[in-house]
C-alpha cells in the first residue's frame, strides 16, 4: 500500500491560533486532500462510499467543495467498529455516554489522539481561559477515573481540569458501595464551601444536569458563594435535569451566576461528539465557533445539498485530524445552522444549535444524567 503524505495534516494541528482562518485555509484545504487519500487507501467503507458518489480527490478545489465531501452518518458508528488502521495500532476507545442502547464508538492511534488533544488545548488558549500558573480548585461534575471506563464525555469533561494549576479537584460521580457510579450531591456542596472558604478560582466542568441540581439545592437553601471573578465554567452534554425536562441554557448561567458569582463571559458551552471530535466552545456571546481545524455546514435533511448560512438543516461536520477510522466527514443527527461576524470579532462561522433530528433520540448523555440522578 502506498504512504500517503500527511506533511499538511502535520502542521495544521500545530498551529496554536484556533482562528487563524487568514493564516489557515490553504492549509487546511491539502489536509483534507491528504485525509481523504489516506481513507480511501486504508478505509474499505469510505471509499466504496465515494465511489458511489463519484467523488475523488481532484474534486476538492476550495472551501465549497469540502463540505461536499460524501458523509458517513454518525449512527454507522454504533453499528459497526470502523477502522481504518489495524487493532494493534489502536491505544484508546471512547464510547458515547449513552446507558442504554447502542453506544458510539471512537478508536484512536497515538497521531489521533495527540491531534484531538492539541486542538482542545489550542481552542481553549485562544480563548484566553488557560491560566497555567494560576492555582485553582476544580468541581468536575461528571465521572471520576475510577468510574470513568472507556467514557468520551468523561475523558473530555476531565481534560478541561487540566488548564490552570491544581490545588485540588472534586469528582461529582463517585462510586458507590456496590462499585457503581453515584452521584454525590451532599459532597459536592461540602467541596464548594471548601472552596469557597480557600479564596482561589473555581473551575467547573462537566455535565449540566450534575451541576443545575446541585446549584438549584444550594439555591433553594439560600446558599450563594462569591468566587473570584476569573472563575469559569465548561459545561457540556446532558442538558436535562433529573425529571428528563431539557435546561435553558440562560436558565443554567442565570443560576451559576447567582449562586457561584461566576460572570457570564466566563461561562462557556461545549459542543462536541465522540464520533467526530472537535470540541466547539462558545465565545462571551455564546456563539460555538468552529475553530480552524474543522469545517461545518447544514445540509437539507431530505436532498443532502448544502444550506446557506442561516438556513436549519442536519450539521455535517468535516475535520481531517483522525486517522484511525474514516470520520473525515460526518453527518450527525443535530440540527442547526452557520452564521459569521459574530460580534466577538472572532473569523469563521459559527454553529446555532436547533436541536436533534430523528425519529428518537440518542440514548446519550442527557438522558443517562436523567438516569443517574433519578436512581434510587
Known amino acids: 500500500m502506498a504512504t500517503i503524505s500527511e506533511k499538511c495534516t502535520g502542521q495544521l494541528f500545530r498551529v496554536s491560533n484556533a482562528f487563524d482562518y487568514a493564516g489557515t485555509s490553504g492549509l487546511f484545504l491539502e489536509s483534507v486532500r491528504e485525509m481523504f487519500e489516506f481513507q480511501c487507501a486504508h478505509s474499505p467503507i469510505f471509499k466504496g462510499i465515494c465511489q458511489q458518489y463519484g467523488f475523488s480527490v481532484n474534486d476538492i478545489?476550495?472551501?465549497?467543495?469540502?463540505?461536499?465531501?460524501?458523509?458517513?452518518?454518525?449512527?454507522?458508528?454504533?453499528?459497526?467498529?470502523?477502522?481504518?488502521?489495524?487493532?494493534?495500532?489502536?491505544?484508546?476507545?471512547?464510547?458515547?455516554?449513552?446507558?442504554?442502547?447502542?453506544k458510539s464508538q471512537i478508536n484512536w492511534d497515538a497521531t489521533s489522539m495527540q491531534r484531538q488533544e492539541f486542538m482542545r488545548r489550542s481552542i481553549v488558549e485562544s480563548y484566553g481561559l488557560a491560566a497555567y500558573d494560576q492555582l485553582v480548585n476544580n468541581l468536575v461534575f461528571s465521572y471520576s477515573p475510577e468510574v470513568s471506563g472507556s467514557r468520551g464525555a468523561a475523558h473530555a469533561h476531565s481534560s478541561y481540569a487540566q488548564f490552570a494549576k491544581e490545588n485540588e479537584t472534586f469528582y461529582a460521580i463517585g462510586r458507590d458501595k456496590y462499585g457503581e457510579p453515584e452521584f454525590k450531591l451532599d459532597e459536592g456542596i461540602k467541596a464548594l464551601e471548601r472552596f469557597a472558604a480557600s479564596g482561589l478560582p473555581l473551575r467547573i466542568t462537566g455535565f449540566p444536569a450534575f451541576g443545575y441540581m446541585t446549584l438549584n439545592e444550594l439555591d433553594n437553601r439560600g446558599i450563594h458563594f462569591k468566587f473570584p471573578a476569573d472563575s469559569v465554567l465548561f459545561s457540556g452534554g446532558?442538558?436535562?435535569?433529573?425529571?428528563?425536562?431539557?435546561?435553558?441554557?440562560?436558565?443554567?448561567?442565570?443560576?451559576?451566576?447567582?449562586?457561584?458569582?461566576?460572570?457570564?463571559?466566563?461561562?462557556?458551552?461545549?459542543?462536541?461528539?465522540?464520533?467526530?471530535?472537535?470540541?466547539?466552545?462558545?465565545?462571551?456571546?455564546?456563539?460555538?465557533?468552529?475553530?480552524?481545524?474543522?469545517?461545518?455546514?447544514?445540509?437539507?435533511?431530505?436532498?443532502?445539498?448544502?444550506?446557506?448560512?442561516?438556513?436549519?438543516?442536519?450539521?455535517k461536520l468535516i475535520t481531517p485530524y483522525i486517522r484511525s477510522t474514516p470520520a473525515l466527514s460526518i453527518l450527525s443527527t443535530d440540527l442547526g445552522c452557520v452564521e459569521e461576524n459574530c460580534p466577538c470579532g472572532r473569523p469563521g462561522k459559527y454553529i446555532v444549535l436547533k436541536g436533534r433530528g430523528g425519529v428518537k433520540k440518542y440514548a446519550g448523555c442527557g438522558i443517562s444524567a436523567a438516569q443517574l440522578l433519578n436512581r434510587g
Open 61 to 102: 478545489q476550495d472551501e465549497d467543495s469540502i463540505l461536499r465531501i460524501p458523509a458517513i452518518f454518525v449512527t454507522a458508528f454504533k453499528e459497526r467498529k470502523l477502522l481504518s488502521l489495524p487493532e494493534s495500532e489502536i491505544v484508546k476507545t471512547f464510547t458515547s455516554s449513552g446507558t442504554t442502547g447502542s
Open 238 to 315: 446532558g442538558w436535562k435535569n433529573y425529571t428528563g425536562k431539557t435546561i435553558a441554557y440562560d436558565e443554567y448561567v442565570g443560576l451559576v451566576n447567582r449562586v457561584l458569582g461566576i460572570p457570564a463571559d466566563r461561562i462557556r458551552d461545549v459542543y462536541g461528539m465522540v464520533e467526530h471530535g472537535v470540541p466547539y466552545v462558545t465565545c462571551e456571546h455564546g456563539h460555538f465557533h468552529v475553530p480552524v481545524y474543522s469545517r461545518v455546514c447544514a445540509v437539507s435533511p431530505h436532498t443532502m445539498e448544502i444550506l446557506p448560512n442561516g438556513e436549519t438543516g442536519l450539521l
